[in-house]
């Protein structure tokens, strides 16, 4: 650190801006919604580790992708309901930084993720005889670490990068957390390097990950049409669809929200597409990719049968 830099001790957030009245009913409905996420990804995680029969590479990859969404959703929510209820809206500058680099590294964490699952589907559907020597617990725990791994330092290094800055004001972030491009605005330096370096990010881990996700799918698809049953066709054909749904949102709004010039979106409607990454995605992912799966539902109640007999 230089001895010239000048260190801001706390940020406001601004939040939402809304009406007092309307901020109680906010809080209920993402209290809400952070409480279905909690639930939906802690019931899996429960269920994928007490039930013999779902210690498969598929759902190991699920169980990772639902401790990444509790700890990505409790990074950022938990900050964001105690501003909506409280009148003190701020937030100490370290505890600020410690926000961005959790709430990127999970981030990327679940981009990284996401292609796993994509590429492990892939290899069950397109090649399901050579799947279990392909897809071994070895290597199904060398991917997983190397998604942490990788998003963690890539945090490490955009926080290592604002560390350089100095920062001087303004204290007001015109968000509900600390989200990066909020925290460049506090900076009193010039951050385009910081742009620069984010920007290069985001076309590796948000537009080359979604590619190979699409590739995986297409290829899926394609088998897909060629099962000659009509109901596994369309079984199928619904998961997938589902699937590349919730990817679809998840990527689409990240894109938009670190990829699109300044100018679009605005600043409220960003605050909308945090939203649906860092709240309402976490929450979906439980509900598209395990509790409608046959095993889950089973596994259910078989858990729910030994909890009435006992």
Not at 88 to 106: G, N, W
Not at 284 to 305: D, Q
């Amino acid at each position: 650190m230089g001895s010239n830099q000048t260190w801001i001790t706390e940020v406001i957030l601004l939040g939402f801006q809304v009406d007092p009245k309307l901020e109680i009913f906010l809080f209920g409905f993402f209290l809400l919604f952070y409480s279905l996420t909690l639930m939906g990804n802690g019931l899996i995680l429960g269920l994928i580790w007490l039930d013999s029969r779902l210690h498969t590479p598929m759902y190991f990859f699920l169980s990772n992708l639902a401790i990444v969404d509790m700890s990505y959703a409790s990074s950022i929510v938990p900050k964001m309901l105690a501003s909506l209820i409280m009148q003190k809206k701020t937030i100490s500058f370290v505890p600020c930084i410690l926000q961005t680099f959790l709430y990127l590294a999970l981030a990327v964490t679940e981009c990284m993720s996401l292609v796993v699952m994509s590429y492990d589907r892939y290899v069950a559907i397109c090649h399901p005889l050579h799947y279990t020597v392909v897809m071994s617990w070895r290597v199904c725990i060398i991917l997983s670490a190397t998604c942490w791994m990788f998003s963690f330092l890539l945090a490490l290094v955009h926080i290592t990068l604002i560390l350089k800055l100095s920062f001087c004001g303004p204290q007001k972030i015109n968000h509900f957390f600390c989200q990066i491009m909020s925290v460049f605005k506090l900076a009193c330096a010039d951050t385009r390097l910081n742009q620069i370096v984010l920007f290069a990010g985001s076309v590796f881990v948000l537009v080359a990950p979604l590619c190979l996700v699409l590739v995986s799918y297409i290829h899926i698809l394609l088998a897909i049409l060629r099962i000659q049953s009509g109901e596994g066709c369309r079984k199928a054909f619904s998961t997938c669809s589902s699937h590349l749904c919730v990817v679809g949102l998840f990527f689409g709004s990240a894109i938009v929200m670190y990829m699109a010039p300044k100018s679009s979106p605005s600043q409220e409607q960003r605050k909308i597409l945090s939203l649906f990454y860092s709240l309402f995605n976490p929450m979906l992912n439980p509900l598209i990719y395990s509790l409608r799966n046959t095993e889950v539902k089973s596994a259910l109640r078989r858990f729910l049968g030994k909890k009435s007999s006992a």
